[in-house]
């Protein structure tokens, strides 16, 4: 089952991710609290809770404890989307399924060290993160390891071994696009 970049994202949204935790980060109104159900206040008082954790995470952890804690968090996101079934026809395809992510999600791709290394371009001018709400204008460059744990068990997955991924450009963390480089490991 192939996994549009449409598809990719509404499932994102549905997630429990977005519902235990990143509605504030992507516009849900929590400024009537006192008329909510109890477990509306909760689920509220959960976004609120992690906002303020992305928020500050910079001004407490060095970015090695930073990454660890944030990339390992995107298992979550991965398992809650199946994405080891959506990918299962692309296992040991490599070529087939970034020709998959060029056509359906629109990235370009290129090529380092003999094809050992290959640079995803995301090929969008605005962060495409579902969890992110773009009219605030708030950046969360933390969820950027989110994207790299995400990228890495996609790729190893694909790859039938594991890969390291690492953004190299990020909109979250200022810069014009998002880039992935994903190293294959022999």
Request: glycine share 4%; aromatic share 10%; net charge neutral.
């Amino acid at each position: 089952m192939a996994l549009s970049r449409r598809n990719f994202i509404k499932k994102a949204c549905l997630s429990s991710a977005c519902i235990c935790g990143f509605n504030t980060i992507s516009g849900v109104n929590t400024s009537n609290n006192a008329e909510m159900p109890d477990d509306d206040r909760s689920a509220v008082m959960f976004q609120k809770w992690i906002s303020e954790i992305l928020t500050n995470l910079d001004n407490n952890l060095p970015e090695t404890e930073i990454c660890k804690l944030v990339k390992s968090a995107s298992l979550a996101h991965y398992q809650n989307l199946n994405m080891d079934i959506s990918l299962a026809s692309y296992i040991g395809k490599m070529n087939d399924f970034i020709r998959f992510i060029e056509k359906e999600w629109g990235w370009k791709f290129s090529y380092e060290d003999n094809g050992k290394v290959i640079l995803a371009d995301e090929n969008k001018s605005a962060c495409v993160c579902p969890l992110i709400n773009k009219s605030e204008g708030i950046k969360y460059p933390a969820l950027c390891f989110c994207s790299e744990g995400f990228a890495e068990m996609m790729f190893s997955k694909v790859n039938g071994s594991p890969v390291k991924a690492t953004v190299i450009s990020s909109i979250q963390r200022g810069n014009e696009k998002c880039v992935y480089r994903i190293t294959l490991k022999e």
